[in-house]
């Protein structure tokens, strides 16, 4: 059973857009929400994380909206630029034991 | 200055041989872990330690046997190889402690043949 379900699966925007990913949960318990960032070849690298007491997070064009009652939390990358092209993983933890990931977005950012 | 570093890179081999993943990580973190990321990219969690104790034991085949020599060690040892094994292992660590980033290691590719 999926503990964590992302969408969409890929995702192309155009240079200076709006990419949005979204990833629901059902467990409550979780209390870390995690996003990785993966270039090919490459591992996941941690690119922003929420706790579930905010509803928003923004590290530079990096934002994660978190809805607590709703059970999903989301990526915004604001102007996104070809080099954000990556895959993206959010996941979800209790007590930062057992990391569950979801299926991941792959993002394609056309110039 | 590699936080957390794997070998080998590339491990290919035939079914029903045995091989090792290495995995040290320098960061002076308390858990570490083995992810296993299949061809459509699903990463999986596999094992964790916390200072060098088996916390979680994901339900993997008992061919996998993870040992952790020290706090900065996590190896992964395979036994009787099978096709279904090819994947992407990744090795991560954590600080603990209440702190939750998890940091990845640059993964092994294993091809089966």
């Known amino acids: 059973q999926q503990q964590v379900k992302q969408s969409p699966q890929s995702l192309i925007v155009q240079k200076g857009g709006i990419s949005i990913i979204n990833c629901a949960y059902e467990n409550t318990a979780f209390d870390y929400f995690p996003w990785y960032q993966q270039f090919p070849g490459k591992g996941p690298a941690l690119l922003i994380a929420?706790?579930?007491?905010?509803s928003e997070k923004k590290e530079g064009r990096f934002t994660i909206s978190f809805n607590k009652s709703a059970k999903q939390f989301s990526l915004h990358i604001m102007d996104s630029q070809p080099g954000d092209s990556a895959t993206y993983f959010c996941?979800?933890?209790?007590?930062?034991?057992?990391?569950?990931f979801g299926t991941g977005t792959s993002l394609t950012v056309i110039p | 200055d590699t936080a957390v570093s794997q070998t080998p890179k590339y491990l290919v081999t035939q079914m029903g041989n045995d091989k090792s993943i290495k995995c040290e990580q320098n960061l002076g973190h308390d858990t570490m872990y083995w992810y296993k990321q299949d061809s459509k990219k699903f990463l999986k969690i596999m094992f964790s330690?916390?200072?060098?104790?088996?916390?979680i034991n994901e339900t993997v085949p008992n061919r996998f046997s993870p040992k952790s020599p020290d706090k900065a060690h996590l190896n992964l040892h395979i036994n009787s190889l099978e096709l279904g094994d090819s994947a992407v292992y990744f090795c991560?660590?954590?600080?603990?402690?209440?702190?939750?980033?998890?940091?990845f290691g640059p993964g092994t590719r294993l091809t089966v043949l």
């Open positions: 996941a979800a933890s209790t007590g930062g034991n057992q990391f569950y």
């Open positions: 929420i706790r579930p007491d905010v």
């Open positions: 991560a660590s954590r600080l603990g402690q209440g702190r939750n980033e998890q940091f």
């Open positions: 330690y916390n200072n060098k104790e088996l916390i």
